[in-house]
């Protein structure tokens, strides 16, 4: 079984902070996704990264693929309340499923 | 477009009682998936089907668990009997091809079991 552990578990900030999210695995990843999942919701698709080294911009949110393909990570720049959520990172290692890690719950308090 | 549909949204039932959920993929997506997600978990993959044929279910508990995909456009999930720790919200997620990209999830079924 294929394991991604993901940092920190919460996390609880004041609107206008930066943060970092990681998820780490032992094993090599084909490609990664970042989802978002609001109380009530399935996940929703942020970005999907492929390439070692991989940076992508979403708006405020910036994606790192490690150049191992074994982590990743989800910075957030001046955080706003609407970034609350449930930040999920899924690996894919057998071209065709996911495996998800345990989550990033965020709260942005105003 | 129309996104994945899932009912009930909510159902609570008594521990060894029966319960199926129902999922209508995104029209013309071939990959159909069910995740179950306990409280502050990630979800966890149940089964996945392309088309009507099922692709990997090794995490399925079969002795409990049921998932059909007759036609190869809806699906149902059924438990049958339902234990306690079975209490999660199961989701359905449907996708163009074979690969993991772009999965579209439904908004889920909050199973309580009593």
């Known amino acids: 079984t294929q394991l991604l552990e993901q940092s920190p578990q919460f996390l609880s900030i004041q609107e206008g902070e930066n943060l970092t999210v990681y998820c780490n695995s032992s094993s090599v990843f084909s490609s990664l996704q970042w989802y978002r999942q609001e109380p009530g919701e399935g996940p929703v698709l942020l970005v999907t990264v492929v390439t070692g080294g991989e940076v992508k911009k979403l708006k405020r949110l910036t994606f790192q693929f490690g150049d191992a393909r074994k982590d990743s990570s989800l910075h957030i720049t001046a955080a706003q309340p609407g970034d609350t959520g449930l930040y999920l990172c899924?690996?894919?290692?057998?071209?065709?499923?996911?495996?998800f890690g345990g989550g990033t719950r965020l709260m942005v308090k105003p | 477009e129309a996104g994945v549909a899932q009912s009930p949204r909510y159902k609570i039932i008594e521990k060894r009682q029966s319960v199926a959920f129902w999922c209508n993929p995104i029209s013309g997506h071939a990959t159909l998936y069910w995740y179950q997600q306990i409280l502050g978990q990630g979800p966890k993959l149940l089964i996945q089907?392309?088309?009507?044929?099922?692709?990997?279910d090794s995490q399925l508990p079969k002795d409990r668990f049921s998932a059909e995909r007759l036609k190869g456009v809806d699906s149902t999930l059924k438990i049958q009997p339902a234990k306690l720790e079975d209490s999660a919200v199961y989701l359905c997620?449907?996708?163009?091809?074979?690969?993991?990209?772009?999965?579209?999830f439904g908004p889920g079924t909050r199973l309580t079991v009593t």
């Open positions: 997620a449907s996708s163009h091809q074979g690969g993991p990209y772009e999965q579209y």
């Open positions: 899924a690996g894919d290692w057998a071209g065709n499923m996911l495996t």
């Open positions: 089907f392309q088309n009507n044929g099922v692709v990997d």
